[in-house]
């Protein structure tokens, strides 16, 4: 129980050393999230068979998907690219703008990585890095003169390679 803060930085960006260490300059803070921030990991397991034996002799790890939930309480601009899996906004004197990706480029997914520090079962600090990741769902922006404007995100954490696991979480269990 409490809050979390949600990070995202370039796929490939430099972790921070330690589960204690601030996130280095590469990695930006969101801003505030409401409803919290969701991390999904499910799995799917193929049976085996063997004709010798009516029961299951065993599984083996078929998939693995991890998604990472959560609405962005800040629906700045550089956010809703994040959502759309775009660069940053572009800024001029008096305006900032968001083109939405076309041509080619859009072809070419722009992965990110995200990094969420919460607490773990011991009242310490959990992180949770994602490596490499894509907002996979749409998102939606809702303007209500009754409701909290959000931008809702999910993201898919993917490979990275055989030497690195595309997620790591981290207790923090210094005395």
């Known amino acids: ?25 590469a990695w930006a803070n969101v ?11 499910s799995q799917e397991y193929t049976e085996l068979e063997v004709d010798q034996v009516v029961d299951i002799p065993g599984r083996r790890l078929t998939k693995r998907e991890l998604t990472i939930e959560t609405q962005l309480a800040e629906a700045t601009l550089e956010n809703m690219a994040l959502a759309l899996n775009q660069t940053a906004p572009t800024v001029a004197t008096t305006e900032k703008t968001l083109d939405a990706a076309n041509g080619a480029s859009v ?31 749409g998102t939606e922006t809702a303007y209500s003169k009754d409701e909290q404007t959000v931008l809702s995100v999910k993201w898919s954490a993917h ?10 979480a981290v207790d923090d269990i210094s005395a």
């Open 159 to 168: 490979y990275v390679s055989a030497a690195i696991a595309p997620f790591k």
């Open 1 to 25: 129980m409490g809050p979390g803060f949600l990070y995202v930085g370039a796929f490939g960006a430099a972790e921070p050393a330690t589960v204690v260490t601030a996130p280095p300059v």
């Open 31 to 41: 801003g505030g999230t409401l409803g919290g921030v969701s991390l999904n990991i």
């Open 107 to 137: 072809f070419v997914p722009n992965y990110s990585a995200l990094l969420f520090d919460g607490f773990g079962p011991n009242g310490k600090r959990r992180r949770f890095i994602a490596r490499r990741c894509l907002a996979v769902d």
